[in-house]
């Protein structure tokens, strides 16, 4: 049915900020459940980073002078990237407390309903779509590569291992799947800790190994970056994909903004996690410095012979909770992408009473776990599986540096030059990185183009078939006011009782209000027109959750109002109407929904095979009753034919 839970509107009261700034031991606390969440998948990096930039393929020797090369384009990736760009700029630009992709388009977007094809402002919010899409792709490659390459840590250990490697990676990630309906509350308490014996352990490997050679330290001079390229060339500029390694992760500083707050995760940054994979990447230079044959696998040749077995398992433990904020930011994506109105209703369950940002879809839990396991077996190793990975983040990061110029215009109000002059600091260094990820497409980079693709298909399909479907819909309805003025009140039998039609127009008449009308030949004694809003907010106040405004005859106008970080609760949030002196008694309520069924045609609009993709995922879209969680036995449903 088409209900208004897709129609977003802007933002229409001032939100105050969702954290109040954190100090003493509760900043503390915030800071280290923030280890646990945003820095699992950039924490894991170092078991396969550092190793990739020296495979076989770019044909880069492990000599004195690349080895320090390579280590100061890491040092300075992880600071101009991650620290500058990300920590001390994009966070800024959060969506009233939450940030990521697709509150960062949400924002781009707001205050204009309509998007007009061909604009600046619609093309930014299509590149912001697909960066959307492509975390998906993502989220799909991240708890392979990790797991795979932290069980690979066995066959270090001993060769024996060596044949299970593979179906161990496809138990413990089939295992990860499997747990996500009972919610990740409880285990969410201890990934900080966990997360920070890995910070501590990674950082206490490369100390053992800096002290043996203390020259790798000059690698902090940007000289050997710049000689690293000017000496390799081509074959410099490849590695720069490898390398790229080292920051992928950063995405989930912005996106996961709104569960810690800007500070936290600043701090945890600056005082955990950046210190200890500086240690560790110094560290496995040094390494190399020493045992040029070790580059097979630098990460676990750094750990005695005794702490191989330990070092797996805390590894593996690392790489699932990694896989976890993933996965659950997969939950969250897709739930904001539904409130916007740019993906189906799909049934979400809540997996803890106090986090509203912790939940559960099984469809796409599902999918990601088919595409992770044969991403697994497909690939069979971390090494070629590091092909396949980074493309994807190098295009979000490229379309957040575009974005990020967008809000220094228009939301921050910074003069040309400086917008111009951060941007173009910024792109230069995503370019690089982007350029030198594209030459993976043939080796597996076009994976997650592909999934991102598609993904950017259903979105602008269900967008633009949800806009064509109200078109229809809307053509020849008649006003609210007009109908009401001209019903024959005396012609039509009132009963008692009160019936609430769901539409997403509030100021025209229902489909569904006129089919009862038409056929049953009734009104109820009291009629409640309610439209379902979404917000280009992260939230709504209570206090701005509903209106109400009265009519002539018994009729009532209803909206309420979320923001597309929030779930729909109808039967939750209808006695707010007693504020508003509209007492209700929700078990006497009968709701009238309207449900179409679609025919694709000709006519001009979308093409013949998108309306048919758009009427399958109407099909397989989750109930209004059910998604505005409306009880079914008070729930009628009245059915339309559309040509679209």
């Known amino acids: 049915m088409h209900m208004s839970h897709n129609e977003v509107q802007p933002l229409e009261f001032q939100l105050p900020p969702r954290h109040p700034a954190p100090t003493g031991k509760h900043l503390l606390y915030l800071a280290l459940g923030a280890l646990g969440v945003v820095y699992g998948d950039i924490g894991t990096s170092p078991l396969y980073a550092f190793r990739e930039s020296f495979h076989a393929s770019y044909g880069i020797i ?55 094809p061909g604009t600046v402002r619609w093309a930014l919010v299509m590149l912001g779509l697909f960066g959307t899409a492509l975390l998906y792709g993502d989220g799909m490659i991240t708890p ?44 969410g308490r201890v990934f900080g800790p966990i997360t920070l014996v890995w910070f501590a352990t990674i950082a206490v490997l490369g100390v053992t190994w800096i002290v043996r050679q203390p020259d790798v330290l000059r690698a902090v001079s940007p000289y050997y970056a710049f000689e690293f390229f000017w000496v390799n060339g081509w074959r410099g500029f490849m590695v720069l994909g490898s390398v790229f390694l080292v920051v992928t992760g950063g995405e989930a500083l912005y996106a996961d903004m709104g569960h810690f707050g800007r500070a936290p995760i600043r701090l945890a940054w600056f005082a955990v996690v950046l210190p200890a994979l500086l240690l560790n990447y110094f560290g496995q230079g040094a390494l190399l410095l020493q045992h040029p044959e070790a580059v097979e696998n630098p990460f676990y040749q750094m750990a005695p012979n005794w ?179 001209h019903l024959n009140f005396d012609q039509i039998t009132r009963v008692p009782g009160t019936a609430i039609f769901m539409y997403s127009d509030p100021e025209g008449v229902p489909p569904a209000l006129l089919l009862n009308l038409r056929h049953n030949k009734v009104l109820h004694e009291h009629v409640i027109l309610l439209s379902v809003s979404t917000l280009e907010a992260p939230r709504v106040p209570l206090t701005h959750r509903m209106t109400v405004q009265k009519l002539n005859h018994g009729f009532y106008r209803m909206a309420l109002h979320y923001g597309f970080m929030e779930t729909s609760n109808v039967m939750r949030d209808l006695p707010l109407a007693c504020d508003h002196g509209l007492p209700l008694d929700l078990k006497e309520v009968s709701f009238f929904l309207g449900s179409e069924r679609m025919i694709a045609t000709a006519r001009p609009g979308m093409a013949i095979w998108r309306e048919k993709l758009f009427i399958l995922m109407s099909r397989n879209a989750t109930n209004a009753a059910t998604f505005f969680a409306l009880p079914p036995e008070q729930v009628v449903e009245l059915g339309t034919l559309i040509e679209l």
């Open 62 to 116: 492990t000599s004195k002078d690349n080895i320090l090369g390579v280590l100061s384009l890491i040092f300075w990736a992880l600071i101009l990237v991650i620290s500058v760009k990300y920590a001390a700029f994009v966070m800024r630009a959060d969506n009233h407390g939450e940030g990521g992709i697709l509150a960062l388009t949400a924002l781009i977007g707001a205050r204009r309903r309509v998007l007009i």
């Open 144 to 187: 392979a590569i990790s797991v795979l390459s932290a069980v690979e840590g066995l066959s270090i250990a001993t060769p024996l291992f060596t044949p299970y490697v593979v179906p161990l990676t496809v138990m413990i990630l089939v295992a990860l799947f499997l747990f996500q309906s009972r919610g990740t509350e409880r285990v």
């Open 307 to 485: 702490a191989l077995i330990p070092l797996v398992i805390i590894a593996t433990a690392a790489t699932v909770i990694a896989s976890q904020a993933l996965i659950t930011g997969a939950f969250s994506l897709t739930m904001q992408a539904v409130q916007l109105g740019y993906l189906p209703r799909v049934t979400i369950t809540h997996t803890s009473a106090e986090e509203i940002g912790q939940v559960y879809i099984a469809s796409v839990n599902w999918i990601l776990m088919v595409a992770c396991v044969a991403l697994v077996l497909a690939f069979g190793s971390s090494s070629n599986l590091a092909a396949a990975y980074g493309v994807a983040v190098t295009t979000t990061m490229v379309i957040t540096t575009l974005l990020l110029f967008r809000i220094e215009r228009t939301r921050w109000r910074w003069p040309l030059w400086a917008a111009l002059g951060s941007t173009f600091f910024f792109l230069i260094i995503d370019v690089a990185f982007w350029g030198a990820n594209l030459l993976k497409i043939p080796a597996g980079g076009w994976f997650p183009l592909l999934a991102g693709a598609g993904v950017m298909t259903l979105m602008t399909t269900w967008r633009r078939g949800r806009n064509l479907l109200a078109q229809r819909l809307r053509t020849g309805v008649q006003r609210l006011d007009n109908f009401i003025a």
